[in-house]
């Protein structure tokens, strides 16, 4: 359900229309105000930072991208993000809302009429499942 106050979401994006695959490398946010379920601001905010990196360094940046860029941000949508970015989200009261749609607009428009799906299944690994072998990460045994 949609927050009843004025809040900001953040859109990770590619180019201010795709929702990008992963929260962190994302190139763009584009962050919008809501109020009383509309829109009343819409900026795109440019990720340069965390776009230039490779995933692994990317997750011990999460939280610096996060207070440097998105401090204002009460909600998340994406397509793809890390366990330990998505858990610490929710520790420090931001929702995140991991999608299949791929289109902003559309995501926008499900999450202002409270029908965004969150599929946390979709959740990325952290890193401590490195090195088990790909058969351990299906059946959810130690190696």
């Keep these: ?3 009843q106050q004025e809040h900001k979401v ?14 962190g490398l994302s190139p ?3 962050v919008c105000t809501i109020n009383k379920g509309r829109i009343t601001d819409r900026e795109l905010r440019e990720n340069a930072k965390g776009y230039l990196r490779s995933m692994e360094e990317s997750h011990t940046d999460c939280w610096d991208l996060i207070e440097g860029m998105l401090p204002d941000v009460r909600v ?7 366990e330990n970015a998505y858990v610490g989200f929710l520790r420090r009261d931001v929702l995140p809302i991991i999608t299949t749609l791929s289109s902003v607009e559309e995501a926008v ?35």
């Design 10 to 23: 953040a859109i990770a994006t590619v180019d201010g229309e795709v929702i990008a695959s992963h929260f």
């Design 109 to 143: 428009d499900a999450y202002l009429k409270d029908g965004l799906k969150d599929y946390p299944q979709l959740v990325h690994h952290s890193r401590r499942t490195e090195g088990c072998p790909q058969e351990c990460e299906a059946t959810g045994e130690e190696a």
């Design 1 to 3: 359900m949609p927050l």
């Design 76 to 82: 998340i949508i994406t397509s793809g993000m890390g």
């Design 28 to 30: 763009y946010f584009l």
